[in-house]
């Protein structure tokens, strides 16, 4: 997918990193009851992106009866592009309004299409009128995509669109407490589930770095997040903070209007400093040191350059401000937990779970494992192990962590060990591990995207993978076979 930034501070966690405040065990109302036969439960999925379709799917595949909730009038999640902005362009203002995508009108994928689509709906190019065809399509593709897969498993028919979830918490009985208000007539309504499975993305709530001196720096601060299209920099100079795959894009996209673009990135991946090869007005520094009011912006490596914008491409913070768990899940430096495989809070599970809070991984055939497992759990099929050793495995997850020097907002980066963690969750689910061209194609997309970032999504090498992957898909989709 698109998205590889995410980094900071809010409120819900998971990994393996010793935690100085673990939720009492001696206070935990919520056991995991014995289920020998498949039970159906009532639940509350938040947000109808791709993880909450995925989670209705799998849920209701599972026999539950399930309800999602989605602030929006259409699904797709952060697929949905509008030019809206918000009204603080940085977005710390907490009475700004909200607007929940980060897209910009040129993005494209950075994964080809056969590795991120759903495994069990593969992400395959059609000749419908107006589609785009190519292997990295652009953010509408992937949204008409996604109303194909709602559309094939019918799954608009359990999305309240409209409904903007003010409240979750707990009630007795090991129930759960889900307060909406529609927002096309106002109505309120309040309605208790057996389970709710939080799926609504992370890529809405901001980080700003912070820089010595920016109360006084006269320029312009917008975060990426409120970034659309190149035209507002027009003749500008602009420093841009960053060194994912957005600010990469990003970065470009300004260049064809800006006077000069001025990258500062801690990033040892992006060669030397200077002027960026094949580009006449971008050039690569080191860090931001500090900013002054006089419009200087001074980098670590020495060198200075008058801005009139600063464009931060940092990431964001995980946000759940309608969640109440009476402090058993917390976000902390962007670690949401203690969380269970990054799923299950164990004071609280199976009744409370994730879905999609790792970065750096191929997100949708990643929901799939999530989802399934999260379905098999709830409906009994699937056992999880004791409060008591779902635990001892996060916090062994987090000493772990700290062990290796990694911070807490990397607690969620699976880079590196995503097929390893998917793997782990098939053999929970009894399904078929990580198919072998699927991790090929996503490495072999990672070098050619840190070693021809201009061309990788247009000129590839992996050609034999991309007939591997379609004789997989015909499993899936007759018409391959053809």
Not at 123 to 138: A, E, L
Not at 302 to 331: M, W
């Amino acid at each position: 997918m698109f998205f590889e930034e995410n980094t900071d501070n809010s409120a819900i966690t998971t990994r393996n990193r010793a935690t100085p405040e673990i939720y009492p065990i001696s206070t935990i109302r919520f056991h995991l009851p014995a289920m020998p036969t498949p039970i159906s439960r009532t639940v509350a999925v938040i947000g109808a992106g791709a993880g909450g379709l995925c989670a209705a799917r799998e849920l209701r595949q599972e026999g539950h009866s399930v309800v999602v909730y989605e602030r929006g009038n259409e699904l797709g999640g952060t697929w949905v592009y509008t030019p809206e902005t918000e009204s603080d362009p940085t977005g710390l203002d907490p009475k700004r309004n909200i607007v929940h995508t980060s897209l910009y009108a040129s993005l494209r994928t950075n994964l080809p299409r056969e590795a991120m689509g759903f495994r069990e709906y593969p992400f395959v190019s059609t000749d419908k009128p107006g589609r785009d065809s190519r292997r990295f399509p652009g953010h509408k593709e992937v949204l008409e995509y996604l109303r194909d897969y709602a559309a094939e498993f019918q799954l608009s028919e359990l999305v309240r669109f409209g409904s903007d979830v003010r409240y979750v918490g707990m009630v007795e009985g090991s129930k759960w407490m889900v307060k909406s208000t529609n927002k096309n007539n106002g109505d309120n309504h309040d309605e208790i589930y057996d389970a709710v499975v939080v799926c609504n993305g992370h890529y809405s709530e901001p980080r700003l770095p912070e820089i010595p001196g920016i109360d006084e720096w006269p320029g312009k601060q917008i975060h990426s997040h409120n970034y659309r299209i190149p035209e507002p920099f027009q003749d500008q100079v602009v420093v841009l903070i960053g060194s994912s795959a957005s600010a990469a894009d990003i970065s470009r996209d300004i260049s064809k209007v800006a006077k000069e673009v001025h990258v500062a990135s801690r990033s040892d991946q992006i060669g030397l400093l200077g002027k960026l090869p094949g580009h006449d007005n971008i050039w690569l520094h080191s860090m931001i040191n500090s900013v002054h009011k006089d419009g200087i912006v001074a980098f670590q490596d020495g060198s200075k350059v008058h801005a009139d914008v600063i464009l931060n491409c940092t990431g964001y913070k995980y946000h759940f401000p309608f969640l109440e768990t009476n402090g058993i899940v917390t976000v902390d430096d962007n670690r949401v937990g203690p969380l269970y495989k990054h799923i299950f809070p164990p004071a609280l599970a199976p009744w409370l779970s994730f879905v999609g809070l790792a970065w750096k991984v191929a997100p949708f055939p990643f929901f799939e494992y999530q989802t399934k497992w999260i379905a098999g759990v709830l409906s009994g099929r699937i056992l999880l192990p004791s409060i008591e050793e779902m635990m001892a495995d996060t916090e062994a997850f987090y000493s772990s962590l700290e062990a290796s020097g990694i911070p807490k907002r990397y607690t969620h980066n699976l880079s590196g060990y995503q097929f390893e963690y998917n793997d782990w969750l098939a053999s929970k689910i009894g399904c078929m591990p990580s198919e072998k061209w699927r991790k090929q194609m996503f490495d072999a997309t990672s070098c050619r995207r840190r070693d021809a970032p201009e061309t990788y999504r247009d000129q590839w090498q992996d050609q034999h993978l991309i007939s591997l992957a379609h004789e997989d898909f015909k499993k899936y989709i007759p018409a391959v076979a053809q």
